[in-house]
């Protein structure tokens, strides 16, 4: 059987900023190592190679945008966080909300680059249009629950399995993670339990006092 997936957002908390990256890095190898599981981290934009050339986890960006080379000042190109050494990239994410027309846009530069896409989404409709995208991942987390510590998976389980089956549907090789109030091992174990493949999840561990700890706690359950 596949190990489940876990995504950590750093957002801009300053406790996954700079050198602390690094230290929350750290600790996702470490149990990533010691446990089996795998793990993947999504520093903030300028610490990706950071992080990436200092630490052998997976590295996904927060964002891309679906623009190439050019005339684009201020966006963020798939090539240039790829040669900074991301894997993957988060798209549209709920506090970097996209129109549909720039996610496709996202998914396709990224797709082009080699980049594994996981594109978050907030409800069923959300999720079966993006699904319909060709994304690697989609990752459900009604955004009233991020960062609340109560998880999708009890407050509003329908949205996680409704999600499953509406994937299923429109395109079977998206999968489907699952966000917001992810903390610990029994979140991830309802998660896995009502179809998902794995977690994106941010505050539960990276403003945890003890983040390895807050780690092995979430795998527990697996």
């Known amino acids: 059987m596949e190990r489940p997936i876990i995504v950590l957002n750093f957002k801009t908390y300053v406790e996954g900023t700079g050198k602390n990256a690094l230290s929350i890095a750290q600790a996702c190898r470490d149990v990533a190592d010691e446990t089996g599981t795998n793990i993947a981290v999504a520093p903030q934009i300028p610490d990706i190679y950071r992080v990436a050339s200092g630490m052998d986890i997976p590295v996904y960006s927060q964002h891309t945008d679906g623009v190439g080379a050019g005339s684009f000042t201020g966006h963020i190109t798939a090539r240039t966080i790829k040669e900074a050494g991301a894997v993957g990239t988060l798209i549209n994410h709920s506090e970097m909300r996209l129109k549909l027309a720039d996610i496709d846009a996202s998914v396709t530069a990224a797709k082009n680059m080699g980049l594994t896409t996981i594109v978050c989404t ?4 959300t999720t079966s249009a993006s699904s319909s995208l060709g994304p690697d991942y989609v990752a459900v987390e009604p955004p009233e629950l991020i960062g609340s510590g109560i998880p999708v998976s009890k407050a509003d389980p329908e949205v996680v399995s409704g999600s499953v089956e509406a994937v299923k549907k429109i395109n079977p090789d998206v999968k489907v993670l699952c966000g917001a109030g992810i903390s610990k091992g029994e979140d991830l174990k309802a998660a896995l339990e ?3 493949v794995g977690v994106l999840l941010a505050s539960g561990v990276v403003k945890a006092q003890d983040p390895k700890a807050a ?8």
């Open 194 to 196: 009502l179809g998902s």
């Open 122 to 125: 907030n409800n069923i409709a």
């Open 215 to 222: 780690l092995y706690d979430l795998v527990s359950g697996i």
